[in-house]
């Protein structure tokens, strides 16, 4: 029996997310792309963005911090 993924957004965003971080896309101690442009890039809402996010910020793969001006 073959498994089946979840094919939701989110799940799709945070697949796609853990991808660029293993083929280093994501370098670590780089800034990650604005939620706007990772909206755009994974043609999702910011809703599901912010929630991949979180999850990975959950699995410690990114940390947040403050915007910087």
């Not at 697949?15 to 971080?21: A, E, F, M, V, Y």
């Amino acid at each position: 029996m073959s498994v089946i993924q979840n094919q939701g957004p989110q799940a799709r965003s945070l697949r796609t997310l853990r991808k660029w971080i293993a083929d280093g896309k994501l370098a670590a101690g780089e800034p990650l792309p604005t939620e706007h442009s990772l909206m755009e890039l994974l043609k999702v809402s910011r809703t599901t963005v912010r929630a991949a996010l979180s999850q990975l910020e959950a699995e410690g793969l990114i940390r947040s911090g403050e915007n910087r001006r």
